[in-house]
């Protein structure tokens, strides 16, 4: 099939990262974790002890990020790297959740993200999944879905993904960050999340891991080249 690029929003914890990863891989093509470049920007400001709230340390933040992506051939997964250092596990963990919608509400960082994201999707036949993929770092994407699922089976799934990393929290304490995530995201000033009119809607509550990523690759094997 053609290279196009599948663009992939939605709440958080409806699998949209580990669909989207395994879309891409069936496909042949890249996988881009823009999930993952804020959660490691929220990493990087935590570690340099600077605010995003401040506008100073935004852009002296951003002098001293660097964002990457490595193929680990062991486990054949895609890692994070910041500034150099693996930090894939660490960004998963719930202290990193808990700030990474304060990092993502900032005009300065966004747009920083954005055009990195851009920039590595520019050759097509890439799978991104996001918040704010279709509306506004691929509107001509050729195909752009959005996923959702019911607040009580995101959290049971982020909780069995904690849990496989060993960090044990209370389901309760895993829905209220959801719930908060999707108020912040849903109604923030800058690229807040939405379904775009072209979107296909895809709810994930019921539905195996199986069925969401071939419900993705037919629609893709679907999709018509002008």
Known sequence: MSKI??????????????????????????YIDSGAMYRATALHFLN??????RSEDVVKGLESLQISFQHNSTTH??????????????IRTMRISERVSEVATVKLIRAELVAQQQKLGQNKGVVMDGRDIGSVVFPEAELKLFMTADVDTRAKRRQIELLAKGEHVPLEE??????????????????????????????????TFFEQ???IIDLAKKVKIN
Not at 23 to 29: D, M, N, Q, Y
Not at 189 to 200: G, M, T, Y
């Open 5 to 30: 690029v599948i663009a992939i929003d939605g709440y958080s914890g409806c699998g949209k990262s580990s669909t989207a990863k395994e879309v891409a891989e069936k496909l042949g093509f890249t």
């Open 213 to 215: 990523v071939e419900q």
């Open 48 to 53: 340099e002890k600077l605010s995003p709230l």
């Open 77 to 90: 997964q895609q890692e994070t790297f910041l500034n150099g250092v693996n930090v894939e596990d660490e």
């Open 174 to 207: 895993i829905k209220l960050n959801l719930e908060s995530r999707d108020q912040v995201d849903s109604n923030r000033s800058e690229s807040p999340l939405q379904k775009v009119s072209d979107a296909i809607e895809i709810d994930t509550s019921s539905l």
